[in-house]
């Protein structure tokens, strides 16, 4: 059976290019992963008051935390916001991360396009993502590295990757990330 992957979008606008990019790489992955996008813009701030000391956690998160337990990989798409990852993109990640010792990324292949209309591509906020990763425990693809910069030109007015050598570079990303997945992930 095909391996589940939750693609998680660090944007919350309509008009995402970071989500135009996660619904290109998945028109182009191998059919070995099957891609649910698991949304975050209804989870609400992590407050550990919210859930500790008898208090019961929001049901957005522990539906949040079930979508990612039920799942054989991760895939982030970020934007950079001021060099960093977008608030909402953190959050998503802390409240995945707790109650401590219960974190759900633990053990999870993951990879990180970051997306940007500006030439750096993201990358600051593909290394700080990176950066919690390390300390959550989830194997990361490391190569190839997907820093699209320039992304508002490589779409056309559909939405839709224009640019070949761009869709060959996440066709290769989707095949790698595959085989990663299949290397590391537990089921
Ligand atoms: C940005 N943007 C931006 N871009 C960048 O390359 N580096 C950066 O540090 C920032 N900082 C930043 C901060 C804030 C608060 C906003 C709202 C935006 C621009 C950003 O890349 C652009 O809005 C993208 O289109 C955001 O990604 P989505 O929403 O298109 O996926």
């Known amino acids: 059976p095909a391996k589940k992957i939750a693609v998680v979008i660090g944007s919350l606008r309509k008009d995402s290019l970071n989500r135009k990019f996660a619904h290109e790489l998945i028109a182009l992955a191998p059919t070995s992963l099957s891609f649910e996008i698991v949304e ?3 989870l609400p701030l992590y407050n550990q008051d919210l859930e500790e000391h008898g208090a019961t956690a929001p ?4 539906h949040f935390r079930q979508r990612i337990k039920d799942v054989d990989g991760v895939l982030f798409f970020t934007p950079e916001y001021n060099r960093s990852v ?3 993109l953190k959050n998503a990640i802390d409240v995945g991360s707790r109650p401590y010792g ?8 993951a990879g990180i396009i970051s997306v940007s209309p500006s030439a750096i591509g993201g ?5 700080h993502l990176r950066q919690s990763m390390v300390f959550l425990d989830m194997p990361l693809l490391q190569q190839p590295e997907a820093y ?3 992304a508002a030109n490589l779409l056309g007015d559909d939405g839709k990757l224009n640019n070949d ?5 996440l066709k290769k990303f989707a095949d790698t990330y595959a085989a990663w997945v299949e290397k590391h992930a537990k089921q």
């Open 40 to 42: 975050i813009g209804e």
């Open 59 to 62: 049901q957005a998160w522990t």
């Open 86 to 88: 977008p608030a909402p």
């Open 102 to 109: 219960s974190s759900v990324w633990s053990g999870k292949p």
């Open 123 to 127: 990358f600051g906020a593909n290394h």
């Open 148 to 150: 699209i910069g320039g």
């Open 165 to 169: 050598s761009t869709k060959q570079f």
